[in-house]
Nanobody, 129 residues
Framework: QVLLVESGGGSVQSGGSLRLSCAAS????????MGWFRQAPGEEREAVAA?????????SYADSVKGRFTMSKDNAKTTVYLQMNSLKPEDTATYYC?????????????????????WGQGTQVTVSS
């Protein structure tokens, strides 16, 4: 069983920053993906950023957040983060952490395109103009 707990959401003005955290207990396997996803009201859930674990730390991002969001991981704590800078009103959404097993040879791009097997409860991010 994998438990994912997000934290760090909140309300900011346009141009501001937030840092989300996702603490994982348990592991989907020896090789797995962790990713950030978001869902705005009336919209489908979309992938934001992903990382392959274990790996070289490389990450993949949705085009809409490239250059503004940075995903990272803390190996010691099995925690991943999403640093969100230059936030825009269109970034307003519930942000979810997800995890899933990944096959040998897969990378962060595979993780970005894949649907997680495990989800956190979500944390709200609201950006006002």
């Amino acid at each position: 069983q994998v438990l994912l707990v997000e934290s760090g959401g909140g309300s900011v003005q346009s141009g501001g920053s937030l840092r989300l955290s996702c603490a994982a207990s348990g592991s989907p396997g020896s090789r797995y993906c962790m990713g950030w996803f978001r869902q705005a009201p009336g919209e489908e859930r979309e992938a934001v950023a992903a990382i392959a674990i274990p790996g070289d730390g490389s990450t993949s991002y949705a085009d809409s957040v490239k250059g503004r969001f940075t995903m990272s991981k803390d190996n010691a704590k099995t925690t991943v983060y999403l640093q969100m800078n230059s936030l825009k009103p269109e970034d307003t959404a519930t942000y979810y952490c997800g995890a899933k097993k990944r096959p040998f040879g897969s990378d962060s791009y595979y993780c970005l395109q894949s649907t997680p097997d495990y989800w956190g409860q979500g944390t709200q991010v609201t950006v006002s103009s």
